[in-house]
């Protein structure tokens, strides 16, 4: 395994893991694939500014100056409507998938894959 620089280490400790350690395990074989840790780096700094966009959703407290482009927006929205019905469907299928994915009208598949991009955890 390569050495990893110490300004990937150091991001790897600043960074809020919204996952679990998969999630570090996942970015570490990244770089091991690709060879390179910039692309890592890179794709870290894009989750901040968006984790940071997320913390920013309130418009009345928004600035004359800040401006959020209305694609981004739009889809923090989607996705948080999204995240609030599907943990709400699964809650009431006690977290059975396929009845969910039913009662969703999509796939078992795109619960799955939507459940991951949602972050969403079985409390």
Same mark, same amino acid.
């Given at each position: 395994? *390569?050495? @990893?620089?110490?300004?990937? #280490? $150091? +991001? ?5 893991? /919204?996952?679990? !350690? @998969?999630?570090? &395990?996942?970015? =570490?074989? +990244? ?6 840790? %910039?692309?890592? #780096?890179? &794709?870290?700094? /894009?989750?901040?500014?968006? /984790?940071?966009?997320?913390?920013? #959703? $309130?418009?009345? /407290? ?6 959020? *482009? #209305?694609?981004?927006?739009?889809? +923090?929205? %989607? ?5 609030? !019905?599907?943990?709400? !469907? ?16 999509? %796939?078992?598949?795109?619960? @799955?894959?939507? =459940?991951? &991009?949602?972050?969403?955890?079985? +409390?």
């Amino acid at each position: 395994m *390569p050495d @990893l620089c110490q300004s990937l #280490l $150091d +991001r790897f400790g600043d960074y809020k893991w /919204q996952g679990n !350690v @998969l999630e570090l &395990e996942n970015m =570490i074989k +990244r770089v091991i694939v690709l060879g390179e840790e %910039s692309f890592v #780096l890179h &794709e870290m700094e /894009q989750a901040t500014v968006e /984790q940071d966009d997320d913390d920013v #959703l $309130d418009l009345e /407290q928004l600035g004359d100056e800040e401006v959020l *482009p #209305l694609k981004k927006i739009s889809k +923090r929205a %989607s996705m948080n409507a999204e995240k609030k !019905v599907i943990r709400k !469907v699964l809650n009431q299928t006690n977290w059975n998938r396929k009845k969910a994915a039913k009662i969703l009208q999509i %796939s078992y598949k795109a619960l @799955l894959y939507k =459940i991951k &991009e949602c972050q969403i955890e079985n +409390r």
